[in-house]
């Protein structure tokens, strides 16, 4: 339902499908609601971008982190920002939505004086003093001497921050901005946008502009397969996109559980076997399916943690088993263990042996689901997109009106 006069918005985000598909749900979101949306990510989603009716513009490429030297000849965030210009200028948007990884959006909105939001798809990442960094994987202190002793350790952070700012700064200066004396300057200071939900972030002080929206959810149509016959729970195994060339944590789990009273139903999701993959006689492997088939009929969802499954399996109130790889996935199986809605087995146990006893606890104990149902529940009256839209759309009418919203 349209809420208020027509917007222009320009949605970027990182080509990943970890944040691209949020970016594509939170413009659809928009778009409903009367507005014009365009949405800059790279051409691989140029065709569900369109088929939602959403217009498409591909990304520029560029190096972000290094940023390119002079001499590379390569493009940095600030040719990117450059290349941009155009588009805002035929657009005129009242706001820009850039995903976390996406710098060039931000920077150029910045130039055209228009305001700007952050969309963050997955746990917060900045720092709050006394809790473990971001994407180490460690669960918050219990005591007043771990608050410390994490505190103390604040100057190993702001080391890598300071290179962050300061090569952030050298594009910023390609584009006639001011230096930033902040850390984390890519995330904007008007809007954040946080897409998980807040039963996986652990207590802290929340800045007044950055909001937990929920997740924004979004998939490839895709046709229905043939699950296993029977009536044993169903385990659903659906490695990253991105990561796992070897497909071991496929293969793993297929081994783990091939004599176990369950049934499988295992995903490459299009990452080529090097070798054939063993497939049980309890189990089916399939190269892609549809999470909205599948983990509704699941009991558990065997993943590598990336956020955008994780947030699929407890949206339908699915314990899950993470078996981190790399990046931030080890952080979101620290906040899975820690909400009590599933396991984390190390990838250096990537084993059928540690798998197995995984599963079976996550099966065999009702609190891991009951946990995970809470947050269904949250879920089917909080949607994520539409909290995330509802936001953007205050954010530009504020601006519009030349205030400042609290």
């Known amino acids: 339902m349209k809420r208020s006069a027509e917007m222009r918005l320009l949605v970027a985000a990182f080509g990943d499908p970890g944040h691209a598909f949020p970016a594509i749900a939170l413009g659809r979101e928009l778009a409903s609601r009367g507005h014009r949306v365009v949405v800059e990510t790279w051409e691989r989603w140029r065709d569900a971008t369109e088929e939602v009716g959403l217009e498409f513009r591909a990304a520029e490429q560029y190096r972000v982190f290094p940023p390119p030297g002079p001499e590379s000849g390569d493009a940095g965030a600030a040719d990117a920002a450059m290349a941009l210009a155009p588009l805002l ?45 971001f994407a180490v994987g460690v ?18 952070l702001e080391t890598g921050l300071r290179i962050g700012r300061e090569e952030l700064n050298g594009q910023r200066e390609r584009l006639g901005l001011r230096p930033q004396a902040r850390f984390h300057g890519g995330i904007s200071e008007e809007l954040v ?32 397969i043939e699950l296993p016959e029977g009536e044993q729970p169903l385990v659903l195994v659906a490695p990253s996109t991105s990561q796992d060339p070897r497909n071991r944590l496929v293969r793993m789990s297929l081994e783990a559980l091939a004599d176990e009273p369950v049934r ?65 996935m ?45 947050i269904a529940r949250w879920s089917e009256v909080n949607d994520g997109a539409a909290r995330a839209a509802a936001l953007v759309e205050d954010q530009a009418r504020a601006t519009r009106r030349g205030t400042i919203r609290s």
């Open 89 to 133: 200028e035929e657009l005129e948007p009242d706001l820009v939505v850039s995903d976390i990884l996406t710098l060039a959006p931000a920077l150029a909105a910045e130039v055209a004086g228009v305001p700007r939001a952050t969309l963050i798809p997955h746990i917060y990442p900045v720092h709050e003093p006394g809790l473990p960094f």
């Open 264 to 328: 499988v139903v295992a995903t490459t999701n299009r990452v080529e076997p090097p070798e054939p993959i063993p497939v049980p006689g309890n189990a089916v492997l399939v190269d892609w399916l549809s999470y909205s088939q599948v983990m509704p009929q699941a009991s558990l969802v065997v993943c590598h943690g990336g956020h955008g499954t994780v947030a699929r399996a407890l949206g339908e109130g699915v314990p899950v088993l993470v078996c981190p790889a790399v990046g931030d």
């Open 330 to 374: 080890a952080e979101t199986a620290a906040r899975v263990t820690w909400s009590k809605v599933g396991l984390s087995v190390p990838w250096r146990l990537c084993r059928p042996g540690p798998l197995r006893w995984a599963a079976r606890e996550l099966l065999g104990e009702p609190r891991f689901r009951e946990r995970a149902e809470s």
């Open 193 to 224: 946008l946080v897409g998980t939900f807040p039963h996986l972030e652990y207590p802290r002080v929340w800045p007044a502009h950055v909001k937990v929206a929920g997740p924004l959810h979004f998939q490839l149509p895709y046709r229905n």
């Open 139 to 156: 669960q918050p202190p219990r005591t007043p001497v771990g608050r410390w002793l994490w505190r103390r350790s604040l100057p190993l």
